[in-house]
T-cell receptor, first 113, second 116 residues
Framework: ETGVTQSPTHLIKTRGQQVTLRCSSQ?????VSWYQQALGQGPQFIFQYYREEENGRGNFPPRFSGLQFPNYSSELNVNALELDDSALYLC????????????FGEGSRLTVL | AQSVAQPEDQVNVAEGNPLTVKCTYS??????LFWYVQYPNRGLQFLLK??????LVKGSYGFEAEFNKSQTSFHLKKPSALVSDSALYFCAVRPISSGSARQLTFGSGTQLTVLP
């Protein structure tokens, strides 16, 4: 286990609703990244937070937003849910070094009906 | 923009035989390269990384990977496969020049099945 915890593990929403996913990073890690993994695909980078600020973003619309808190935990918020948002959402923490690997949580599986 | 190709969706190998999972990449400049493994309904687990230096990188669970700059490849290998190695394997790349961003670009994954 990596020490990265995510909640909830599973959730079901309907189109148009909003969702908040939470992540506690591994002890000592100060950088958090979020990835979306659609069924049968590799993870896609959503964004990264360091020192409570977003410092990298992938090709996702503004309705995907996030927060990082002083204890380095993080939230991913998705507004106006669409059916294509159904996916496994992975949180990863790391040290803020150039060569550091990412440590992933187990993910939150979101189903949008 | 960087990209990763894993040309085989599925690799089957008999237990005890050597295994290879292929990965090629495209990136501007020099890359950092990673392999991750994913078991059903689980997150990704780090296996190994190439940063610089020796082209043969050794990682967890007896896996190793060979970096080939001229072929832009980073194939994952293991001398003797175990049934417990059956899982989904992802190759990922990040350009050294990416600065503070830790964005990884992943391939589409290769399902490895080791047959008893």
């Amino acid at each position: 286990e990596t020490g990265v915890t995510q909640s909830p593990t599973h959730l079901i929403k309907t189109r148009g609703q909003q969702v908040t996913l939470r992540c506690s990073s591994q002890s000592g890690h100060n950088t958090v990244s979020w990835y979306q993994q659609a069924l049968g695909q590799g993870p896609q980078f959503i964004f990264q937070y360091y020192r409570e600020e977003e410092n990298g973003r992938g090709n996702f619309p503004p309705r995907f937003s996030g927060l990082q808190f002083p204890n380095y935990s993080s939230e991913l918020n998705v507004n106006a849910l669409e059916l294509d948002d159904s996916a496994l959402y992975l949180c990863a923490s790391s040290f803020h070094t150039n060569t550091g690997e990412l440590f992933f949580g187990e993910g939150s599986r979101l189903t949008v009906l | 923009a960087q990209s990763v190709a894993q040309p085989e969706d599925q690799v089957n190998v008999a237990e005890g035989n050597p295994l290879t999972v292929k990965c090629t990449y495209s990136v501007s400049g020099n890359p950092y390269l990673f392999w991750y493994v994913q078991y059903p309904n689980r997150g990704l687990q780090f296996l190994l990384k190439y940063i610089t230096g020796d082209n043969l990188v050794k990682g967890s669970y007896g896996f190793e990977a060979e970096f080939n700059k001229s072929q832009t490849s980073f194939h994952l290998k293991k001398p003797s496969a175990l049934v417990s190695d059956s899982a989904l394997y992802f190759c990922a790349v990040r350009p050294i020049s990416s600065g503070s961003a830790r964005q990884l670009t992943f391939g589409s994954g290769t399902q490895l099945t080791v047959l008893p």
